[in-house]
């Protein structure tokens, strides 16, 4: 993600070290430092973590999420939900009296809108589809009621974690427009939405977005003033920045520089549980989806499953989580974080990959991948296999370390490979090229790992699809998981799907994240993890601590340190390209620079 230096400047300027516009004295500001960048505020386009959080202030859900468990909870637009005996009819009941922030009603009519958008494909659909899958229509009869009328049951209803959209703002948006509509400020005019903050200030991949409080947001008004979210290079001028009282939070740091800061007076910190994982990726197979040509310069060894398995024994996780991720994070094995118990795959001890070079030899020997007299392994054919190209995002320490790793294990096999660091917006279009072989990233999960699931699909090649991984098996699966209302049997089809992919290792899972979280305690107080306990405080599944959080009233805390208004949040400078993919957390989902990462 490019840093964007006139924008770093401006930003300090605001901020009394030259970043963003002035604030006006006493204006209770929430500053928060990422060291990663928003690729997009229209909701149809990003995919990084940092972009569904800048959706969550701006716009509502029809559904929230429980602080506890994150499990679904009547706290969105709709204050409860009812579904038909077949599962075929879902209606929600909205509640009345919601504004957006121009004034206009806020009515059920907007979210049957936006489903429809989503329904009648396009980047809507790349986005969001998995979430409305067999869903045919949606009306609302009335002002409060929406009604998903369903050609087959869906399973994962009423998750729904797609942003409500204001259709009189929307409409003049055409279909083709979406993939170019910045959903930005204009003419010193904030974005239209009906969320607890107004984005007021900011562009895609700039280095300072900033947010006012909604004073009039249906649910209350948050307690301080706005938000103003910054983008730091890299964690330590973030830490820097906090300790000096520039910033209020900083997220995604190191468990070095949380030690660091646990030192400093003023400063709590925490290391958060994250419901995500990090993955070696394969290009298991790109191909022109027009004429199911191969496509892209993918290295044939990775596309063949037994190769990509026998590599699963060539990682030291305990190795790659305390040293690439500085024991942040804990070895990983399969797509479900242990966050969500309920749809997670045990791999069985006897299953489980370990670090044994031997075995993996053992395997490649086995699959016809031989030693050549010249030390190195050969294709099946005999060809030389050559030199797989591993990228690493070079915005990520954790990523550079772990492919600096894999490389060595992969020289001890006798496999020829080199790192190549790349910034995680040109990545996203190497990887839609096909122009790869390996590469690490990672991604959060909903608390339904639907939309996980559908990534390695074959029908989200060239959208969601990062590896390029296609099976017919899979996919019956999938679509049976997607209808099946027994909880039981369905949690039974996800974990087989999961050891189908354990199998085939489009993916090598090396670890779940910890996530490291500092703010200052005598600027603002109130924050509650999520999960609780446990969790962490911020990019949340919801965006309860902007709303809830309180200033700490000079008296009680010593010295104040402000940075005017809005909340900031110091994003790392790298910046994504708008691409017309779609987007979750997951994520795309897509975890931050240091989790997609």
């Known amino acids: 993600m490019p840093a964007l230096a006139l924008a770093l400047c401006a930003m300090a300027a605001a901020l009394g070290v030259g970043a963003g516009p002035a604030a006006a004295a006493g204006d209770d500001i929430f500053t928060v430092g990422f060291t990663n960048e928003v690729d997009s505020f229209n909701p149809f386009l990003g995919i990084e973590a940092e972009s569904y959080e800048m959706w969550g202030l701006m716009y509502d859900y ?65 986005t969001w589809g998995s979430y409305l899958g067999g869903v045919e229509s949606v009306t609302a009869p009335d002002d409060t009621t929406v009604v998903l009328t369903l050609k087959k049951p869906n399973a994962v209803l009423p998750l729904l974690p797609i942003p409500i ?39 895609a991949g700039g280095s300072t977005y900033r947010f006012e409080a909604n004073p009039d947001y249906w649910q209350g008004a948050p307690h301080i003033d706005g938000v103003t979210f910054r983008v730091f290079k890299a964690e330590d001028p973030a830490a820097q920045a906090l300790i000096k009282g520039e910033i209020d939070f900083v997220d995604e740091v190191s468990p070095l520089v949380v030690d660091r800061l646990a030192k400093e007076d003023n400063v709590e910190t925490n290391l958060g549980l994250s419901p995500s994982f990090n993955q070696i990726a394969f290009n298991a197979g790109a191909v022109d989806l027009e004429t199911g040509e191969p496509m892209g310069d993918g290295n044939p060894a990775v596309q063949d499953p037994k190769f990509r398995y026998a590599l699963g024994y060539a990682l030291d996780l305990d190795q790659i989580a305390a040293k690439a991720f500085q024991g942040a994070a804990q070895p990983g094995t399969t797509i ?37 007299d010249d030390g190195l392994r050969t294709m099946p054919d005999g060809s030389p296999i050559g030199e797989l190209r591993l990228h690493a995002r070079s915005d990520s320490g954790s990523s550079r370390d772990t492919m600096d790793f894999f490389s060595e294990w992969l020289a001890e096999l006798g496999i020829e490979s080199k790192v190549v660091p790349v910034e995680s917006s040109k990545l996203t279009q190497i990887i839609l090229d096909g122009d790869f072989d390996v590469f690490e990233w990672g991604w959060y999960v909903d608390p339904d790992p639907d939309s996980m699931l559908s990534y390695f699909t074959c029908g989200q090649r060239g959208n969601w699809s990062d590896s390029w991984y296609c099976d017919k098996e899979y996919d019956a699966l999938y679509e049976a998981q997607r209808v099946e209302l027994d909880d039981t049997k369905r949690a039974e089809m996800i974990k087989q799907m999961q050891q ?51 200033p700490v009233a000079a008296g009680d805390s010593g010295e104040e340190s402000g940075t005017g208004t809005g909340v900031v949040v110091a994003l790392g400078v790298a910046a994504l390209a708008v691409l017309g993919i779609g987007a979750v957390v997951v994520l795309r989902r897509r975890s931050s620079a240091e989790d997609r990462e």
Do not use: C
Not at 165 to 185: C, G, L, Q, R, T
Not at 505 to 534: C, H, I, M, N
């Open 62 to 126: 029809l559904i929230g999420y429980s602080m506890e468990d994150m499990s679904v909870q009547p706290t969105g637009l709709a204050e409860e939900w009812e579904t038909s005996e077949d599962g075929l009819t879902w209606t929600f009941r909205v509640h009345d009296g919601i504004e957006w922030s121009d004034g206009e009603p806020l009515t059920a009519k907007d979210v049957a809108y936006t489903y429809n958008r989503v329904i009648d494909g396009g980047p809507e659909a790349a």
């Open 500 to 550: 189908m992919l354990y199998e085939d290792a489009p993916y090598l899972v090396t670890t779940y994240d910890k996530t490291g979280e500092a703010y200052r305690s005598d600027r603002f107080e109130g924050f509650r993890p999520q999960p609780d306990p446990g969790g962490v405080w911020l990019q949340q599944f919801g965006t309860y601590n902007y709303s809830h959080i309180t």
């Open 165 to 203: 959209i204001p259709e009189h703002i929307w409409k003049d948006v055409s279909e083709s427009e979406v993939k170019s509509y910045a959903n930005e400020p204009t003419d010193g005019q904030p974005v239209v939405g009906s969320g607890p903050f107004r984005l007021v200030e900011g562009t």
């Open 336 to 372: 479900v974080p242990p966050s969500f118990p309920t749809f997670r795959w045990e791999v069985p001890e006897d299953e489980k990959f370990t670090f044994d070079l031997e075995k993996a030899g053992q395997l490649l020997d086995e699959a016809g991948y031989t030693m050549g």
